[in-house]
């Protein structure tokens, strides 16, 4: 079993939804999550940091951690075709930099 | 200012040769860690240096080795490329250990 589960997809949504992503992890002592985007031959841009359970807001953007579930979510609103890209959650157990990452979710968001 | 960059862009050897990577961090920031990215995969932890040590090793061979220098830039070599060893090499830099991490470009590595 993978330390963390995310469905590759892709996921089609049409310009507008809402776009629901999420990832499982099976080791409570991961303490520290983000959401990184990457868009085709790119390295990965950093979206959201969180380090608690609950959400957290940042625009379009929101991130969502269920510690007691070992469950993280990341929701975009009103999406657009610039969303277009593979969106990886990954994991800390003591912020030191060492991430563990999903296999990633493949997302196309259709004019 | 200039965010993590990595050289070279693209890279092609061939089995058994030996490869070097750069990554330059981004000014101050003192953390740098090393990941590989497998085409269809999320990237996978290979090391990481803070202040010139090695804090962390992931579970790749020993004919990985990463090292850092005295102006935080960092170079990792990987010996004896197989096929498999053909992926995206991302370095990450952050200002201090359990900050958030930043990405380069990567290093598009092809082993043939």
């Known amino acids: 079993q993978k330390e963390v589960e995310q469905d590759p997809g892709p996921l089609s949504v049409p310009e507008g939804a809402i776009v629901s992503l999420n990832c499982t992890y099976s080791n409570s002592a991961f303490q520290y999550f983000m959401w990184y985007r990457q868009y085709s031959r790119k390295g990965p841009e950093l979206l959201m940091y969180?380090?608690?359970?609950g959400n957290k807001e940042d625009g379009r953007f929101t991130a969502q951690v269920d510690k007691s579930s070992k469950y993280i979510s990341l929701f975009i609103r009103d999406s657009q075709p610039s969303d277009s890209a593979t969106y990886l959650c990954?994991?800390?157990?003591?912020?030191?930099?060492?991430?563990?990452f999903g296999g990633g979710t493949r997302v196309l968001v259709k004019p | 200012d200039a965010g993590v960059t990595q050289s070279p862009t693209h890279l092609i050897k061939t089995r058994g040769q030996h490869v070097t990577l750069r990554c330059s961090p981004i000014?101050?920031?003192?953390?740098v860690s090393w990941y590989q990215q497998v085409l269809g995969q999320g990237p996978q932890f290979i090391f990481q240096?803070?202040?010139?040590?090695?804090?962390g090793r992931g579970n790749f061979p020993d004919r990985f080795s990463a090292r850092q220098f005295p102006n935080y830039s960092s170079e990792l070599n990987v010996n004896a490329l197989l096929l498999g060893d053909s992926a995206l090499y991302l370095c990450?830099?952050?200002?201090?250990?359990?900050?958030?991490?930043?990405f380069g470009q990567g290093t598009r590595l092809t082993v043939v």
């Open positions: 990450a830099s952050s200002l201090v250990e359990g900050r958030h991490a930043f």
């Open positions: 000014s101050g920031h003192k953390s």
């Open positions: 969180t380090y608690s359970s």
């Open positions: 990954a994991i800390d157990k003591a912020a030191g930099n060492k991430l563990t």
């Open positions: 240096y803070y202040e010139k040590e090695e804090r």
